[in-house]
């Protein structure tokens, strides 16, 4: 007779092993001692993003005092590599006993809430030896990402086929990848492209960045002269970081603020800045005047302005233009030039992946999440026990791992006091009419893979509570003061 072994159980299971999740494991452990935890991680090794990205010259564009956790301190150049920050997570999961909790080579395939039971359960795939494999948990702390991590988003041009060179994405850059005396095409114009550009110019023959329309740009150097000084003076590393974090705070409050109040005079700086290193007689208007209002979408940190030192030594050229289709030797752009290439890298984003590609179901229903709306970007109506780590876009993403993990603790700690076994959030009567909306004011930031599948993300409602407003400043006061008592909350 054979014995089915019960499945392994915690009181919380974190969901991805990247900055969020191991952020979040430090404040469970901190906050909430003698919970246990798992934190279950589809890929080999922790840092999500940091880990997945390995094109050429990968990095932060935020810098690290504020992308950093608030309890670790950052003691190098604001901007870091993708090694750097790898090398910190893993100094935090070290330190932190966190390792004995990770369980990589885990997919979370599907997630099963049973209000009978109170539990969620887990099935996973263990891709070491393609095994199933079951937990169960109280607690589902969300920390997946929100892109799907196998392959980025690559547009499908006419005459792609045709191509006779070598078509790459960033997001699965080939280790092998020779550039050296090719032509290359780099279509984009975001953080990416910014990136990779600069840091594979001087490999090819010539580089080409090819974008639709034009990105606003931000060159600075990349060093914190209130950090280099604190650090002189000798200043302990964890008052250097928490100084320098608020300096960084405070300017980008005034950046943010200034962006919506007088978008003309940010607008006009930024430009200036841009021009300062191209020079008078460069075609600022057509490559580097973008038609949207700063920060709709994220401004791109060029360190050093090394993006510009490639165009003006003319081994970078800007196309500003829309493709037609792909040729045999390259790409016919509407304007008619075709531009020749061996290479063309397609930097074009990502494809948005709500909730890890998990099948939810509650009680054997399945969790629709365009159908919830979600409790101010971190819960959603009808699925208990459960939150999600959305980070700030505009601000640095990991200041809201910080203010999240307070707040779940915060809830997890209250629901021991109450003796609950769930929460839920559920919309009150004042709700009812409440409009609903998308998961983020379109207007307010508007990058294209939200944009294209915007329809699946959670909805918010025009109350407050059930608002997602992508403000650090607003929630950092908000969410410690949030009544846990509040009739939007629904124990058992
Ligand atoms: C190249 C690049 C640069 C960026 N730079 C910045 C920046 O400078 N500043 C900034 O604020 N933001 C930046 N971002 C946004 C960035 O994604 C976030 O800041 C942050 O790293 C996201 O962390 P995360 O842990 O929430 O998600 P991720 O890094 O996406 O990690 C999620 C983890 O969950 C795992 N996972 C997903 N689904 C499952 C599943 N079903 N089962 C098990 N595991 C699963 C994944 O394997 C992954 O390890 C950048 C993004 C990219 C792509």
């Not at 880990?51 to 901007?79: E, M, N």
């Not at 006091?417 to 959030?425: C, D, G, N, Q, W």
Request: hydrophobic share 35%; aromatic share 12%; with cysteine.
């Amino acid at each position: 007779m054979s014995i089915r072994k019960r499945p392994e159980h915690f009181d919380v299971i974190i969901a991805g092993a990247g900055i969020s999740g191991i952020g979040s494991a430090y404040h469970l452990h901190d906050q909430c001692p003698g919970k246990s935890y798992l934190v279950l991680e589809e890929m080999e090794s922790y840092g999500g993003t940091w880990l997945t990205h390995t094109y050429p010259g990968v990095r932060s564009d935020s810098d690290l005092y504020t992308f950093g956790y608030r309890f670790k301190p950052w003691t190098k150049a604001p901007i870091a590599s993708a090694e750097e920050i790898l090398h910190y997570l893993g100094e935090v999961i070290h330190e932190n006993d966190i390792d004995r909790h990770i369980r990589y080579n885990h997919r979370i395939v599907s997630a099963s809430w049973s209000s009978d039971d109170q539990l969620w359960t887990l099935e996973c795939l263990r891709l070491e030896d393609d095994k199933p494999t079951i937990f169960t948990a109280n607690f589902l702390w969300m920390c997946q990402g929100y892109y799907d991590h196998s392959q980025g988003y690559t547009p499908q041009w006419e005459g792609m086929d045709n191509f006779e060179g070598q078509v790459v994405h960033p997001q699965t850059w080939p280790e092998d990848l020779d550039l050296g005396g090719k032509r290359v095409v780099l279509i984009g114009s975001g953080a990416t492209a910014a990136t990779v550009a600069p840091a594979i110019a001087n490999d090819c023959e010539h580089l080409t960045v090819l974008q639709r329309s034009p990105t606003y740009f931000l060159p600075e150097y990349n060093a914190n002269d209130l950090a280099d000084l604190l650090r002189n003076l000798k200043v302990d590393e964890a008052w250097i970081h928490e100084i320098v974090r608020r300096q960084v705070l405070e300017k980008m409050a005034e950046f943010t603020h200034r962006s919506v109040e007088e978008p003309e005079i940010v607008r006009e700086e930024l430009l200036a800045g841009v021009r300062a290193f191209l020079g008078p007689d460069y075609d600022m208007e057509k490559h580097f005047t973008p038609k949207y209002r700063p920060w709709q979408q994220r401004v791109a940190f060029v360190p050093e302005g090394d993006l510009f030192q490639g165009i003006n030594a003319g081994k970078v050229t800007m196309a500003t233009d829309e493709i037609g289709r792909f040729t045999k030797n390259g790409i016919l752009l509407k304007s008619g030039e075709e531009l020749e290439a061996d290479v063309i890298i397609t930097a074009t984003g990502f494809n948005l992946c709500v909730l890890g590609g998990i099948q939810f179901t509650v009680d054997g229903e399945p969790v629709d999440f365009a159908k919830t709306v979600t409790y101010r970007g971190m819960m959603f109506s009808g699925v208990p026990n459960m939150l999600w780590v959305f980070g700030y876009f505009r601000a640095s993403w990991t200041l809201r791992v910080d203010i999240v993990g307070d707040f779940v603790c915060r809830l997890l700690n209250h629901m021991k006091t109450r003796h609950a076994r769930s929460v839920e959030v559920a919309l009150r009567p004042e709700d009812a009419d409440m409009e609903i909306l998308p998961w983020i004011d379109n207007d307010n930031f508007n990058p294209g893979y939200l944009q294209r599948s915007m329809h699946l993300m959670p909805r918010r409602g025009s109350n407050p509570v059930w608002q997602h407003t992508q403000d650090y400043w607003n929630e950092r006061e908000e969410l410690p003061r949030v009544d846990l008592d509040g009739s939007e909350f629904v124990y058992h």
